[in-house]
């Protein structure tokens, strides 16, 4: 092959503006970064949590930002402002709460042995009525029928609430002892509100140089991603933690009302694990119900009422809050959702706990993309039916 030859070949290959990467070369860089990027994260999710924390708060608050620059505010003023009032609140909040809560918790940790003491009591009862002769022929019958006596399924229980007690004594522990936590939680609280200020005072000019570095011949694509992705993930956060402040409200509030012991502790609890869909209700029926069947029994007054007040919070969310707060356009499923938070949060800590809502939700916007993009192409329609793109 001569010279010339040479020549016509590498230009057919990079082009008369410099090298052009086939679609081929562009995926796999694309893996590549995201390879890079998942390893990062892995390597740095000690220190990244407040960090992170800072960009989704920023996040959130951008557009009331907006609306204060609306308004009149300088960028700088409306940051000011939205800050000082967010640590205000929050101070107010912690206040106000955290002594409670704290108060609350000492005494469960403390009442939790005589708890399960009583609950293993009252299984035993309730198994020794099942193991009487009239139920035994029943179960016979049904085919159901075991040779373990009261006795038997008491000592079962006793183990296995035994084990719990270790559980769940071990998990507080590690939640309140350790230095490691503590920097965290320091960490959090100082350097979060800081990374939020600059996220919010920089966060047009972070978008509009973002922008830039789109090649323009993706640009429209990329705007309609970006808007999708945007969508459900501002409506989810917002609309979402809207839920769960008012579902913690509820059952604090309303569990405390009816004289539960813990209510309000349930209840807080309920609202933090509200942020997904239907767990934070599920949880304050469960614990409620069991503290108040060991706190009234043989009354059924106290868990009868405590099943109204959370019914009547579940019936709240499915038909009320969520449908107007959070939408049918978000595309979160609540599957999805529980995955991408176990995931992430078991790969990345509490850091993959704050990123698994944005990338679940980004995912999802892309698949949705591409599955639309999937059924326009010539391997779905064929050659003849294929819509043409202009180039």
């Not at 030859?5 to 990467?21: M, N």
């Not at 159901?144 to 006596?149: E, G, I, M, V, Y």
Request: hydrophobic letters at 55%; a neutral charge.
């Amino acid at each position: 092959m001569s010279d010339r030859d040479l020549e016509a070949a590498r230009g057919r290959t990079t082009g008369a503006q410099g090298p052009v990467l086939t679609l081929e070369r562009q995926i796999a860089l694309w893996v590549v970064g995201l390879g890079l990027f998942a390893a990062i994260l892995y390597l740095l999710s000690s220190v990244l949590t407040p960090f992170v924390a800072g960009i989704v708060l920023g996040y959130l608050l951008d557009p009331v930002a907006d609306r204060l620059q609306a308004a009149g505010l300088s960028r700088l003023g409306a940051t000011l402002l939205i800050l000082v009032a967010f640590v205000v609140l929050m101070t107010a909040v912690l206040v106000l709460i955290a002594p409670a809560l704290s108060r609350q918790l000492a005494g469960f940790i403390d009442s939790l042995p005589g708890y399960l003491t009583t609950l293993q009591e009252l299984v035993a009862r309730l198994s020794e009525k099942l193991t009487s002769d009239f139920a035994n022929g029943v179960l016979r019958k049904l085919g159901l029928a075991t040779s373990n006596t009261p006795a038997d399924a008491q000592r079962h229980l006793g183990d296995f609430a035994a084990e719990g007690a270790v559980w769940a004594g071990s998990f507080l522990k590690s939640l309140v002892s350790g230095g490691a936590a503590l920097v965290n939680l320091v960490s959090l609280l100082v350097i979060t509100p800081v990374v939020a200020f600059y996220i919010l005072l920089d966060w047009d000019a972070m978008v509009a140089s973002l922008d830039a570095l789109i090649p323009p011949r993706h640009r429209d694509d990329v705007h309609d991603l970006v808007r999708d992705i945007d969508k459900a993930l501002a409506g989810f956060l917002r609309g979402q933690s809207l839920v769960c402040l008012f579902l913690g409200l509820w059952y604090a509030v309303g569990l405390s009302l009816i004289g539960l012991n813990f209510g309000f502790l349930i209840g807080v609890a309920a609202g933090v694990l509200s942020f997904i869909p239907y767990v934070g209700s599920l949880t304050a029926l469960v614990f409620s119900i069991i503290v108040a069947i060991v706190q009234g029994w043989p009354d059924w007054r106290l868990p009868a009422t405590a099943i109204g007040v959370v019914s009547a919070g579940l019936f709240l969310d499915g038909n009320v809050l969520s449908p107007r707060l959070v939408g049918a356009s978000v595309g979160l499923h609540p599957v999805w959702l529980m995955f991408a938070l176990l995931a992430f949060g078991a790969l990345f800590g509490f850091t993959g706990l704050i990123v698994a809502v944005p990338v679940a939700s980004t995912l999802g916007v892309v698949s949705r993309f591409l599955v639309r993009r999937y059924r326009q192409s010539p391997l779905y329609l064929g050659p003849s039916q294929a819509p043409r793109r202009q180039s």
